[in-house]
């Protein structure tokens, strides 16, 4: 399974089919909502002579890590609800969304049916695109840079704030951390706050309200996600104005943004070197930056090593002979695990293609959840956060590039 892994664009498609089974077979992916509207917009960007945007979207969608991925809640979701009361954890878990509570014997259970966007890469891999997918895509880069920058320059000035005194980078961060954390003037800072983060002016009474009542904390105790997502931003806006980061690089404002994710990960790997100078700057200390160029090779020595096995195991699929990264040699992967699961070599790896590991038993337990009808609001009695049991629907490629993800001789409909 493997340490949580945030990942951008880049990263994913500067591997090969191969790499990439191992990139999903090693790690647990978050998948960002900016990876699948950057992926998305590539139907409407130029590309490489001899190939359609439909045939980019779909080389992209092959790579997609189907079997230890899930995507992430959208970090203005999260900010509205933490805002509104309800916290967001953030200690390295991903955000899920759309649940179904259920009740087997007596037994709780949440229920992630197959998310939206899982379902889009399959049909991108086979060039099927929706027309509101194309709308979507010639309109996405106007909404995520859909940011009142003058106003927000105002606002720095009332706040004294003059960016062309920061030098560095770690100084925008600093200032930013202060802005946030500041209780001088504490209306004025909410508001730049609801404004950074685009907040709907709908639930502004509502949220000021609830934070009156609690007698105007900051937000780096009120809300500490939010207080996280208006820190990226500020520091952005500070090093745009200190010329730490080029504003003649649109694409720079997307790349920003993954940074909001961040708490939703234990490792992020990027191929971008705006995320490389930016991203160590906002990393909890149980968190890794891994520069994309070198994981990808990672990738490529440990497929290199597996493509050895003889055909006869390696028909078997990756999860019976890998479950656990190479404990003999020099390989990136393993070093990885040693650093997150310090203990990882001393557990027994189980062989899950041996006769006789029962597993039917727990197939048909999880069969049950999943096929369980969903409680109504009056019938759930128990923590949906905390609940006994949790199956998540995934789509599995039989093959994937080299590699049988699943066995052989295993039966798909």
Known sequence: ??????????????????????????????????????????????????????QEVGIIADKFPDMHS??????????????????V???GQILLAGGRPVKVEGQSGIVFDKSPEAEAFSRWQKNEFLEIER?????????????KLNEMGDHFKKLGIDGKTCKTLEQAKALADQIVASTETP????????????????YHQEILHRWSIMNYPPLTRYAPYVAHVYTVELFFQIALAANLISSERPSNRVDIGYLFYLPFSTIF?????LHRKCAPLFLREDQQYIWGPELKNGLR????????????????????????????????????????????????????????????????????????????QNEVDFDPSNAESMSLQRSVRKTKGSW??????????
């Open 269 to 273: 790997v990027s191929s971008d070197k």
């Open 70 to 87: 899930s995507p992430n809640v959208q970090h203005i979701t999260a900010c509205i609800n933490e805002l509104l009361g309800y916290p």
């Open 187 to 202: 209306f004025e800072r909410m508001y730049l706050a609801l404004l950074f983060l685009n907040i709907d002016q709908k």
């Open 301 to 376: 020595n440990i497929n290199e090593h597996y493509l050895a096995y003889p055909e006869e195991k390696k028909e078997k699929g990756v999860m019976s002979f890998a479950g656990n990264p190479p404990t003999e040699g020099d390989f990136l992967i393993s070093e990885i695990w040693d650093k997150h699961f310090p203990n990882w070599r001393e557990k027994k790896e189980v062989d899950l293609s041996d006769k006789n590991v029962k597993n039917n038993e727990l197939v048909e337990h999880l069969k049950k959840f999943t096929d369980a009808p969903t409680l109504s």
């Open 404 to 413: 049988f993800q699943l066995p052989k001789d295993l039966k798909t409909n």
């Open 1 to 54: 399974m493997g340490p949580i892994t945030l990942f951008d664009k880049s990263f994913l498609q500067s591997l090969s089919i191969d790499e990439s089974v191992w990139f999903d077979h090693f790690f647990i992916t978050n998948i960002c909502p900016l990876f699948y509207v950057e992926t998305l917009a590539d139907l409407k960007k130029s590309v490489r002579n001899g190939r359609t945007q439909e």
């Open 135 to 147: 709308l979507y895509a010639h309109g996405w880069r106007e909404m995520v840079t859909n940011l």
């Open 89 to 91: 954890p953030m200690t």
